[in-house]
């Protein structure tokens, strides 16, 4: 851990923050993150900062996937000094996640505010580095250890109905426009028997639900309990056999690491939900060598089949990237005639955007922005044409609802489908139950349903 003696201006290092926030910007393997810095700092007696007020600790869990999403972290670091300028005292702001990584040394030279910088492997000495910025010690820690950080973590105590289990990070597969090979290393494994007793953990704090994260979620390898070795599918069947654990999911899968077990576990374990995030990116061969995804459109679609054929009315969904550098408007139309093919329940689709030092921010025939944005627009309006089309599917048909918070209208509660459709109903439930509904028409967020 590097340390740097210098005392961000306008701070006075009186006592130790009493209060915190941790807000997590990007994937949900950052929001897991978030959650596990918090757990550490309630640990160490600080409490979570009320709603609206500000806290004497604040951790900007950062993402770097996308420009715009890193530049945020600046203007975040500005408002926060802000704010403790009026208020007379300046938090502790500590940058985390995976801009962190990626730029932690430029962030410590532009942002004096900022007294910690912490990467995405290595934040369980984030107490450590409280305390020193307490003493009046900046640190930068972005070391990354391959997996010494789930076993310094804290046991779980808390849990929402629907929870994360992180059981595999980083990624080996280097797409030519990602970042994530470079902020999150080198694809590990979680073991086995770590996972169980902390879905075991989860399921006691009160979770009913329980989605697996990973970069390369399928990529999960492990030995079961029988010194057997075991691919995703095997640690599914595992978490099927806790009692009181009614839902799994898993995310984010690639096309490349999909094996047969996986693919029958969805006809075999009533408790894996229908639904399966799988990315595609493009429908055009050409764009997806040059983006090195190692699958083509027609081998994407082939093993989609078989997943519907082991579930039959699964959900899916994807991510696109329009304007690779490149890519022609017929191979643009490419990924629309894939798009119909498939007919996404869900989708999150994004222009290109150039990564510092990735192999696709070097290519030639970068794509204007008016090109992008226009595609981008023809295929979102493919895509939430698709989504409506899904949802009018379901509509009528019963399932039951995980209750996860209040509506905004009295007596109103909204949880997930096992589609993952967000379900809004009147009735008599609390956060964590599981009710039973038929679902009615849906909006462009959220479908209706009706306690049966
Ligand atoms: N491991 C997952 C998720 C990666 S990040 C996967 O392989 O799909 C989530 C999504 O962000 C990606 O699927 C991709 O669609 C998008 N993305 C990643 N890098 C991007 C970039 N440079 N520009 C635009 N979108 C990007
Ligand atoms: Fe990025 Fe590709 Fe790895 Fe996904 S598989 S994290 S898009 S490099
Ligand atoms: Fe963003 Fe890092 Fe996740 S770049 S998408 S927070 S892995």
């Given at each position: 851990?590097?340390?740097?003696?210098?005392?961000?201006?306008?701070?006075?290092?009186?006592?130790?923050?009493?209060?915190?926030?941790?807000?997590?910007?990007?994937?949900q393997?950052?929001?897991?993150?978030?959650?596990?810095?918090?757990?550490?700092?309630?640990?160490?007696?600080?409490?979570?900062?009320?709603e609206?007020?500000?806290?004497?600790?604040?951790?900007?869990?950062?993402?770097?996937?996308?420009?715009?999403?890193?530049?945020?972290?600046?203007?975040?670091?500005?408002?926060l000094?802000k704010?403790?300028?009026?208020?007379?005292?300046?938090?502790?702001?500590?940058?985390?996640?995976?801009?962190?990584?990626?730029?932690?040394?430029e962030?410590?030279?532009?942002?004096?505010?900022?007294?910690?910088?912490?990467?995405?492997?290595?934040?369980?000495?984030?107490?450590?580095?409280?305390?020193?910025?307490?003493?009046?010690?900046?640190?930068?820690?972005?070391?990354?250890?391959?997996?010494?950080?789930?076993?310094?973590?804290?046991?779980?105590?808390?849990?929402?109905?629907?929870?994360?289990?992180?059981?595999?990070?980083?990624?080996?597969?280097?797409?030519?426009?990602?970042?994530?090979?470079?902020?999150?290393?080198?694809?590990?494994?979680?073991?086995?028997?770590?996972?169980?007793?902390?879905?075991?953990?989860?399921?006691?704090?009160?979770?009913?639900?329980?989605?697996?994260?990973?970069?390369?979620?399928?990529?999960?390898?492990?030995?079961?309990?029988?010194?057997?070795?075991?691919?995703?599918?095997?640690?599914?069947?595992?978490?099927?056999?806790?009692?009181?654990?009614?839902?799994?999911?898993?995310?984010?899968?690639?096309?490349?690491?999909?094996?047969?077990?996986?693919?029958?576990?969805?006809?075999?374990?009533?408790?894996?939900?229908?639904?399966?995030?799988?990315?595609?990116?493009?429908?055009?061969?050409?764009?997806?060598?040059?983006?090195?995804?190692?699958?083509?459109?027609?081998g994407?679609?082939?093993?989609?089949?078989?997943?519907?054929?082991?579930?039959?009315?699964?959900?899916?969904?994807?991510?696109?990237?329009?304007?690779?550098?490149?890519?022609?408007?017929?191979?643009?139309?490419?990924?629309?005639?894939?798009?119909?093919?498939?007919?996404?329940?869900?989708a999150?689709?994004?222009?290109?955007?150039?990564?510092?030092?990735?192999?696709?921010?070097?290519?030639?025939?970068?794509?204007?922005?008016?090109?992008?944005?226009?595609?981008?627009?023809?295929?979102?309006?493919?895509?939430?044409?698709?989504?409506?089309?899904?949802?009018?599917?379901?509509?009528?048909?019963?399932?039951?609802?995980?209750?996860?918070?209040?509506?905004r209208?009295?007596?109103?509660?909204?949880?997930?489908?096992?589609?993952?459709?967000?379900?809004?109903?009147?009735?008599d439930?609390?956060?964590?139950?599981?009710?039973?509904?038929?679902?009615?028409?849906?909006?462009?967020?959220?479908?209706?349903?009706?306690?049966?």
């Open positions: 851990m590097a340390e740097i003696d210098i005392l961000p201006a306008n701070r006075t290092s009186a006592d130790g923050p009493k209060t915190y926030r941790v807000k997590s910007f990007g994937c393997m950052n929001v897991y993150d978030g959650e596990r810095m918090a757990e550490m700092l309630d640990e160490r007696g600080i409490l979570p900062a009320a609206g007020e500000d806290a004497d600790l604040v951790v900007l869990n950062t993402c770097h996937i996308r420009e715009k999403a890193a530049e945020k972290v600046y203007s975040d670091i500005g408002r000094e704010a403790g300028r009026k208020a007379g005292k300046a938090p502790l702001i500590a940058v985390a996640g995976c801009v962190a990584q990626a730029e932690g040394e962030i410590m030279a532009r942002a004096p505010a900022v007294s910690m910088v912490v990467g995405p492997q290595a934040y369980h000495r984030l107490p450590a580095m409280v305390d020193a910025a307490v003493a009046g010690q900046r640190s930068t820690d972005t070391d990354m250890p391959a997996d010494a950080k789930f076993a310094a973590l804290p046991r779980r105590r808390k849990s929402a109905p629907s929870a994360f289990l992180t059981v595999q990070e980083g990624c080996d597969k280097f797409c030519t426009y990602c970042v994530v090979p470079y902020t999150r290393g080198a694809e590990i494994s979680r073991p086995y028997a770590a996972l169980v007793e902390e879905a075991e953990r989860l399921v006691e704090a009160g979770a009913r639900e329980i989605t697996l994260l990973g970069q390369n979620v399928n990529a999960w390898t492990g030995s079961d309990d029988k010194g057997r070795s075991v691919g995703l599918a095997g640690l599914i069947h595992a978490l099927d056999r806790i009692g009181g654990l009614e839902r799994i999911r898993y995310t984010t899968s690639h096309p490349a690491d999909m094996d047969d077990a996986l693919i029958a576990a969805h006809g075999e374990v009533a408790k894996l939900m229908p639904y399966l995030h799988l990315p595609v990116q493009s429908g055009n061969d050409r764009v997806l060598r040059a983006m090195n995804r190692s699958h083509t459109a027609e994407y679609l082939r093993l989609l089949e078989r997943f519907r054929a082991a579930r039959p009315g699964m959900a899916i969904s994807g991510d696109f990237i329009v304007g690779f550098p490149g890519e022609t408007e017929a191979e643009f139309a490419d990924t629309l005639s894939l798009v119909a093919e498939v007919g996404y329940a869900a999150f689709s994004f222009k290109y955007s150039p990564r510092p030092g990735t192999p696709a921010a070097a290519m030639d025939g970068q794509v204007a922005e008016e090109v992008m944005d226009e595609r981008l627009q023809r295929l979102q309006a493919a895509l939430q044409r698709d989504s409506r089309a899904f949802n009018h599917s379901k509509s009528g048909e019963t399932c039951d609802v995980l209750v996860e918070r209040k509506g209208r009295e007596g109103q509660w909204i949880g997930k489908s096992p589609w993952l459709q967000s379900v809004h109903f009147y009735g439930a609390a956060i964590g139950d599981m009710v039973r509904v038929t679902l009615g028409e849906a909006g462009p967020n959220s479908a209706a349903g009706t306690p049966v």
